[in-house]
């Protein structure tokens, strides 16, 4: 039984698309977070959410966007896509925002 | 502007080997260390952590090894299996910050030959 489960596992879209990646968790954790892989395997945060409180990276675009309809889930919703979002995006979780990190197996994003 | 730097970027040791990662860091108020193996197609996994109150952590096979005054920490992987090959992130988050603050290392792929 996954803990921190992604879907799609890969996804392939054209530039300009709207998509989103789903997160669910049953770690019963508070905290949630995305964070981004590059293509050369470095990790950066992009949002963490615990269901009080949003805090975005400054430096991820307007386009990306988290939504957390309950306790256990954490989407992300990404408009007009561009070819550098590609990218693999992990979801994690946290039982609070000083535990060790979670995370999903990551999905693929090609944008071509 | 990365406050964590890792070396090597990549790593072959022969199976029985020691495999050693290094990472310096920059910014004093870090107090968490932790190290994250990452296997092909998967997520990190969080392998072994240390708070800089001590010098040196072992779990297994896996230790971590801390110079405060260096701003330095290591992780050394003894007698390395092929089942180790995998890339290895150190990362860092300061006293009284989150993990929203984690910073990672930029990864080391380690490959162990058997």
């Known amino acids: 039984d996954t803990a921190v489960s992604q879907t799609p596992k890969y996804l392939v879209t054209q530039m300009g698309n709207d998509k989103s990646i789903k997160c669910e968790q049953n770690?019963?954790?508070?905290?949630m977070y995305w964070y981004k892989q590059d293509s050369k395997k470095f990790l950066k945060i992009m949002f963490s959410?615990?269901?009080?409180?949003?805090?975005i990276n400054e430096t991820v675009p307007n386009r990306f966007s988290p939504k957390s309809p309950d306790k256990a889930h954490l989407n992300l919703h990404i408009n007009s896509l561009e070819l550098g979002d590609s990218a693999v995006y992990f979801c994690?979780?946290?039982?609070?925002?000083?535990?060790?990190?979670?995370f999903g197996n990551g999905t693929r994003l090609t944008v071509t | 502007q990365q406050q964590v730097k890792q070396s090597p970027q990549s790593l072959i040791v022969q199976k029985g080997g020691i495999s050693i990662i290094n990472c310096a860091y920059e910014?004093?108020?870090?107090?968490?260390f932790p190290w994250y193996q990452q296997f092909p197609g998967k997520g990190p996994a969080l392998l072994i952590a240390?708070?800089?109150?001590?010098s040196e952590k072992k779990e297994g096979r896996f230790t971590i090894s801390f110079n405060k005054s260096a701003k330095q920490f290591s992780l050394h992987i003894m007698d390395s299996q092929p089942g180790d090959s995998a890339t290895y992130f150190c990362?860092?988050?300061?006293?009284?910050?989150?993990?929203?603050?984690?910073?990672f290392g930029a990864g080391t792929r380690l490959t162990v030959k058997p």
């Open positions: 994690a979780t946290a039982r609070g925002v000083y535990s060790p990190l979670h």
């Open positions: 770690l019963g954790h508070d905290t």
């Open positions: 959410y615990n269901n009080k409180e949003l805090i």
């Open positions: 910014n004093t108020a870090f107090d968490y």
């Open positions: 240390i708070r800089p109150d001590v």
């Open positions: 990362a860092a988050r300061g006293a009284g910050y989150n993990n929203n603050d984690m910073r």
